[in-house]
């Protein structure tokens, strides 16, 4: 559990994720991502790697990943099992522990934690209330709704980041995936994130957000 095999990506973010972190170096998802570290000159990345079944990675193993084993007794308090399978992880050569979500099209920001058993839920809403509080957010919707997988992140990178950690949420948006019918623009992109922090009652500038990387990667950078 928390080690999840993942077939070859055929399409959307799946398959632009594994091409990104797969490449050769120099990568063009590197270049995009380290001016944003200050500092920092490469990442090495642990997953979703070719080698390693193209797994991805969530609780404890999630943790182990990111040689962070010690919190796993406190993040089981925090959150519940079953908690966000990421995308990719990595870390840069100056210790920048790197929590990659990606996406191909808007609709993936909607999401919901469906399935969650009730006591489930009541952590999961007890962690939210923290994050909201330590934004200072002002909730037109509750954060467990229509962008949870945003706000679920939000919450492991405000875990780490009081535990401690040098953790930074890198949001991959990918332009151009036609078959997905995703954006063709990085505005596109930017303004459908102001509608998620609007509904979402979060201000652009937040204890959090110096830790959140946008960037927007082309499918052409990764056709090869």
Known sequence: ?????????????????????????????????????????????????????????????????IKASDLTAKLSKFWPARGPQWDALGRSD??????????????????????????????????LRKTVSYLGANPRAPWTEIFYQLTNRLAHLYFLRTHGQKAWLVLVNVVGDTDMRGPASPQEWEAAYQVVRHVLGIKDRNRLSKYIVHVYPSVSDFAA
């Not at 999840?4 to 594994?18: A, D, M, N």
């Not at 998802?29 to 070719?50: F, H, M, N, Q, V």
């Not at 839920?121 to 962690?127: D, E, M, S, T």
């Open 94 to 127: 100056r210790g920048d522990i790197l929590l990659v979500e990606a996406k191909a099209h808007i609709d993936e920001l909607c999401s919901s934690p469906a399935g969650a058993s009730s006591d489930s839920l009541r952590k999961i809403r007890a962690a």
């Open 1 to 65: 559990m928390g080690r999840v095999k993942q077939p070859v990506g055929k399409r959307g973010s799946l398959k632009w994720i594994q091409k990104a972190i797969n490449q050769v170096p120099p990568r063009k998802l590197d270049e995009l991502i380290l001016p944003k570290l200050t500092g920092a000159k490469s990442i090495a990345w642990t997953s979703p790697i070719s080698s390693d079944d193209h797994a991805e990675y969530s609780d404890a193993a999630f943790l182990e990943k």
